[in-house]
T-cell receptor, first 116, second 112 residues
Framework: EADIYQTPRYLVIGTGKKITLECSQT?????MYWYQQDPGMELHLIHY???????EKGDLSSESTVSRIRTEHFPLTLESARPSHTSQYLC???????????????FGAGSRLTVL | QKEVEQDPGPLSVPEGAIVSLNCTYS??????FMWYRQYSRKGPELLMY????GNKEDGRFTAQVDKSSKYISLFIRDSQPSDSATYLC????????????FGSGTRLSIRP
């Protein structure tokens, strides 16, 4: 049973629209992430957060923005969607109890965005 | 050159076969090696992870790491149709703040 929830699961919108992809987790994890996944390609990190009011850009340049006002909530916003934003967006979270250790991610089911 | 290389497949084997999935990497700083399974229309889920070199077994799944060759493997014994999924390898450094680098995934199909 998923402890990290993404909505909407599927979204088809027109160019220029503003969209927000929601992500919530109930595990009390401190770290949260947004990845972009295209068919046959590796996951690319686009945003991450190590805690409330902390957000960083990832390795893949993205025109999206994120916020982390509450520990459990990490929404991603596109102010003006374009066809190049068509992709699957995966939200993930993890808990790190110390400086060392595997950073094991729990993923949501994904939000598939299509921009016409 | 990508830090992590993974054959995208698709790989199709008959039920009951032993499956070998592999990744190579170039960054010698990687210490944690993970395997995720992703079913269609779902997010990836962690199968298992290993630290440094060696083997780790969990039921029908065995993960192997050969740091000298920068090569990791996931073996699936007695493969089942329910194992049909995309398998992604992932790697990170020693620190919990290290970036996680994913392979592109291998699509596996188990024929009944």
């Amino acid at each position: 049973e998923a402890d990290i929830y993404q909505t909407p699961r599927y979204l088809v919108i027109g160019t220029g629209k503003k969209i927000t992809l929601e992500c919530s987790q109930t595990m009390g994890h401190d770290k949260m992430y947004w990845y972009q996944q295209d068919p046959g390609m590796e996951l690319h990190l686009i945003h991450y957060s190590y805690g409330v009011n902390s957000t960083e850009k990832g390795d893949l340049s993205s025109e999206s923005t994120v916020s982390r006002i509450r520990t459990e909530h990490f929404p991603l916003t596109l102010e003006s969607a374009r066809p190049s934003h068509t992709s699957q967006y995966l939200c993930a979270s993890s808990f790190t109890g110390g400086a060392r250790g595997a950073n094991v991610l729990t993923f949501g089911a994904g939000s598939r965005l299509t921009v016409l | 050159q990508k830090e992590v290389e993974q054959d995208p497949g698709p790989l199709s084997v008959p039920e009951g076969a032993i499956v070998s999935l592999n990744c190579t990497y170039s960054n010698s700083a990687f210490q944690y090696f993970m395997w995720y399974r992703q079913y269609s229309r779902k997010g990836p889920e962690l199968l298992m992870y290993t630290y440094s070199s060696g083997n780790k077994e969990d039921g029908r799944f065995t993960a192997q790491v050969d740091k000298s060759s920068k090569y990791i493997s996931l073996f699936i014994r007695d493969s089942q149709p329910s194992d049909s999924a995309t398998y992604l390898c992932a790697m990170s450094g020693y620190s919990s703040a290290s970036k996680i680098i994913f392979g592109s995934g291998t699509r596996l199909s188990i024929r009944p």
